[in-house]
């Protein structure tokens, strides 16, 4: 059965269309949009102020020959387009992420966290503050209730989670903030693998994971 | 404002975007490379990239225009707004370039899905003159907000702790823009 996902809010959507968000935001977002048409829509709405820009903004000066360099360069082959791939469990990784995750979640090194819940760390070159993993909750489990520090938002990859708030399956987003405290807890038929993007400034130490340091520290040993 | 010229403009890229399209013509690729190239290089050096990273990744969107140019739709965005869809996909491709070694703008995700768009009827000239008066009704504060995510590269958690703003208020004008602009897409009544 396929989820039409709820677009993620439209400050998201404006940070992306606008090339502002971070690498690990835009990596989320436009993985969301590929699951999402509706936030597609606004983006292409959005994307018509990025064109008024376009046309009001003073034209700067070529370099000599940029014409001619462009001319030049049209009859270089064209790389061929990435291929579709298949996630663990048939669910495809959007192409946004492939880079970062590769073809099979299964192969990935994951840590555990708590009972449950494991999660990898997937480096990006986004701002300190930020922090990008993929998140696997086994049926039934739960992420333990935590706040945050800044914003966190939950991109559900496979299977589906509630947190007292709402149901979220496949391209749908959670987002929280430190007005929420929640406990995502996955649905029981199948494990819930979800991308997860935590920001906020660096002297809060970012998110859930400050709580679950410790614990994963205990799991660890 | 723009001016009364401009539908004509937006035709003639139009005309010349679907004659690189059919014909490979490299005389209108060459208009619309005077056109957007100098806008496009103006809008990378503003979001911080220097005068060579502006102009190889302003080669790099145009030679993107040549190759895309049968997957543009009038009925979808104009020229600009698809060029700085481009520019914008390209960007964010070459922030992360080491990992990633190409972007599909045919990625589902970076192309509005045409069923999506209420209006299919709009040409892009109309869209363009709609927009541009939408923007201008915005409050200033909420136009703020876009000028700051659109020219300076600010994402809205930059824009909270930049203004020393509540980040709730700022989504919410965010939000409050967002909605604005949807509006003017909607069907005539």
Not at chain 1, 43 to 62: K, M, N, S, T, Y
Not at chain 1, 69 to 85: E, I, S
Not at chain 1, 105 to 117: S, T
Not at chain 2, 86 to 115: K, V, W
Request: overall charge neutral.
């Amino acid at each position: 059965m396929m989820n039409l996902p709820r677009p993620i809010a439209d400050e998201w959507l404006v940070d992306f269309a606008a090339g502002s968000a971070p690498e690990p935001v835009a990596v989320l977002v436009e993985s969301h949009l590929s699951m999402c048409p509706d936030g597609r829509a606004t983006v292409a709405r959005l994307d018509a102020v990025g064109g008024a820009l376009l046309e009001r903004i003073e034209p700067a000066a070529l370099s000599t020959g940029a014409l001619e360099r462009a001319l030049a360069a049209l009859d270089t082959p064209q790389p061929a387009a990435p291929r579709a791939r298949v996630g663990a469990i048939g669910s495809p990784i959007p192409a946004a992420l492939l880079p970062y995750t590769g073809p099979d979640f299964g192969a990935l090194a994951w840590k555990p966290v708590v009972k449950g819940v494991d999660e990898v760390i997937l480096p990006t070159r986004g701002p300190a503050t930020h922090r990008m993993s993929l998140l696997r909750v086994a049926g039934g489990r739960a992420i333990p209730a935590h706040t945050h520090y800044g914003d966190e938002l939950l991109l559900v990859l496979e299977g589906a989670f509630e947190d007292g708030r709402g149901h979220y399956a496949r391209g749908d987003v959670c987002a929280a903030d430190e007005t929420v405290s929640h406990s995502p807890r996955a649905d029981r038929a199948h494990d819930c693998v979800c991308l997860a993007v935590t920001t906020g400034p660096i002297r809060l130490t970012g998110g859930w994971s400050r709580l679950l340091n410790p614990l994963l520290r205990l799991a660890r040993r | 404002m723009l001016s009364d010229s401009q539908p004509a403009a937006i035709d003639a890229l139009v005309r010349d975007i679907a004659a690189v399209a059919r014909f490979q013509d490299r005389a209108a690729f060459a208009r619309l490379f005077g056109h957007f190239a100098p806008r496009v290089k103006a809008y990378l050096l503003r979001l911080g990239a220097d005068q060579g990273q502006a102009e190889d990744l302003m080669q790099d969107v145009m030679l993107t225009v040549w190759r895309k140019a049968p997957a543009y739709d009038a009925k979808l965005a104009s020229p600009s707004t698809w060029i700085f869809a481009i520019a914008r996909n390209r960007r964010i491709d070459a922030l992360r370039r080491d990992r990633r070694q190409r972007l599909d703008i045919e990625d589902p995700g970076l192309l509005p899905e045409p069923d999506a768009l209420p209006d299919r009827t709009l040409d892009a000239g109309r869209w363009e003159r709609r927009l541009a008066a939408a923007l201008e009704e915005l409050p200033a504060e909420q136009a703020q907000m876009l000028r700051l995510a659109y020219y300076e590269d600010r994402s809205h958690g930059d824009i909270a702790q930049s203004l020393r703003l509540p980040l709730g208020t700022v989504k919410s004008r965010l939000r409050l823009a967002v909605a604005k602009l949807r509006t003017m897409f909607e069907p005539d009544q």
